[in-house]
């Protein structure tokens, strides 16, 4: 009897165990997943993270039912309550997780953080706030928890104050960030207008320092002329010179530029070239020094000597050829000059495309070619255009009538020219002329640097020349 009843009762306690068990194993299969929870509540992830699946199931365990609110009613009160309930329940019980503490401080500002916003949400809505308060005395516990963070004996509407004076200190702090921020583009925008002035007024200063050179150059060149003069006159060439009258400008020694890499391929390279001093005629010569010539020695008149349009007496001669030039020359005890004094003459030292520097012509610097014209003028008295007139003085080097100088012509004559007074070719088919006429159809010809060459026997009624010593 007594083995029959011991085996019953354990039979008994068996199947209250395997009961037990299933019973057991029946509520852990319906305890809310830690994904579904989260999907559920969706707190911040930072709190999220600092729970264990225990922890969160068992903080909410109770609510879990009244957090099944739809997606589109995400601002309900109840959610803020639920997540600031989670922090105080970790704020209160200093819970450890994954091996580290959480950060208090930040807890207890979530818990209030969370309470302003679930009382914010309920608004004025008497249907919020009774919603509150039913999830209040649902769930005593946790709303004792979220009391005992925001502060014991301080009534629920105290946080609301503290968290707007929270907000107004942020909000002051905010707008020290932003009045510093400002400052320093102030002050950066300052130091940069600053830099400018200062860039400004150094290139100003390179200007001005520019200028006095091209000054001190110009009043150098002055002394070279008064220096140069009587060297020129006092060298011995094997004969007595005429004494230079004022009809001739003094060139001094030195280097210029030549050439342009901005003209004619026959123009091209640009660079620098020495030439000792000279003497070059201020004018073109003009129908009546040549009409000298012609009494003295019986030399034949050019074309258009009798032409009322180009025979004034103080007009250039035309219509001679390089042979008449060269005579003339010799007659007068003096030389064509070279192509590359001719350049220097007209343009300086300071590389200038024109004779009166790098503005275009125009009617008041130079006689060329106008459409409207061409019936009505030749060529015009030289020293016509006092504006046009060189650096030395030197009149008409644009202009007027195109010059014979002495050199042979070649077409890459700049590009092998001597560095130290240069002659021209050896020899050649076309000897260079220079400076434009009355007659071109383009101003660009009236360049310092520009170049031709024709036969030394042709002639044309805008083709003249000056002497040189």
Not at 238 to 261: Q, Y
Not at 302 to 327: E, F, I, L, R
Not at 442 to 451: I, P
Request: charged fraction near 35%; hydrophobic fraction near 30%.
């Amino acid at each position: 009897m007594n083995l029959a009843m011991d085996s019953l009762v354990r039979r008994l306690l068996g199947l209250i165990i395997v009961l037990v068990c299933l019973v057991s194993l029946f509520y852990l299969y319906k305890e809310p997943t830690y994904d579904r929870i989260a999907e559920i509540i969706s707190p911040p992830r930072d709190v999220l993270k600092l729970l264990t699946k225990k922890d969160l199931c068992e903080a909410i365990r109770r609510p879990l039912e009244a957090l099944k609110w739809q997606e589109s009613s995400r601002q309900d009160p109840i959610y803020a309550l639920v997540v600031a309930a989670i922090s105080a329940q970790m704020y209160k019980d200093q819970i450890y997780c994954k091996g580290f503490a959480p950060d208090l401080r930040l807890l207890q500002e979530d818990v209030k953080y969370y309470w302003v916003k679930a009382k914010t949400w309920a608004g004025d809505d008497p249907e919020k706030k009774d919603r509150i308060q039913e999830w209040r005395r649902e769930f005593p516990q946790l709303a004792q928890n979220i009391d005992k963070v925001i502060t014991p004996s301080t009534p629920p509407d105290v946080p609301i104050e503290i968290a707007k004076k929270q907000r107004k200190e942020e909000e002051e702090e905010r707008k020290v960030e932003v009045d510093k921020t400002t400052a320093e583009e102030e002050r950066r925008r300052i130091e940069e207008e600053r830099r400018k002035m200062e860039e400004e007024k150094k290139r100003m200063e390179e200007e001005r320092q520019k200028i006095e050179e091209e000054r001190r150059k110009v009043a150098q060149d002055k002394r070279k002329v008064e220096e140069e003069k009587s060297k020129i006159d006092d060298k011995a060439d094997g004969e007595k010179k005429d004494k230079v009258g004022p009809e001739m400008a003094l060139i001094p020694a030195g280097e210029f530029w030549i050439g342009s890499n901005d003209g004619r391929e026959n123009e091209k390279p640009r660079r620098r070239v020495y030439l000792d001093a000279f003497y070059i005629d201020t004018y073109e010569v003009t129908n009546s020094q040549y009409e000298k010539f012609i009494k003295a020695t019986g030399y034949g008149a050019p074309d258009y000597w009798n032409d009322p349009t180009s025979n004034g007496s103080q007009q250039p001669v035309v219509a001679v050829s390089w042979h008449d030039a060269d005579a003339y020359c010799k007659w007068a005890r003096k030389r064509l000059p070279t192509e590359a004094e001719w350049e220097k003459a007209a343009r300086g030292t300071d590389g200038r495309k024109y004779p009166w520097g790098n503005e275009e012509p125009d009617s008041g610097k130079a006689n060329y070619y106008f459409w409207a014209r061409i019936f009505f003028t030749r060529t015009t008295p030289v020293g016509s255009y006092p504006t046009g007139v060189s650096i030395y003085g030197v009149h008409d080097m644009a202009g007027n009538v195109w010059e014979w100088v002495a050199d042979w012509y070649s077409e890459s004559y700049y590009r092998e020219a001597s560095q130290r007074n240069p002659k021209g070719p050896g020899s050649g088919l076309h000897r260079v002329f220079r400076g434009g006429a009355w007659l071109i159809p383009f101003y660009t010809d009236l360049r310092s640097s520009y170049r031709e060459g024709k036969d030394p026997t042709y002639r044309h009624w805008h083709l003249g020349f000056r002497c040189a010593r």
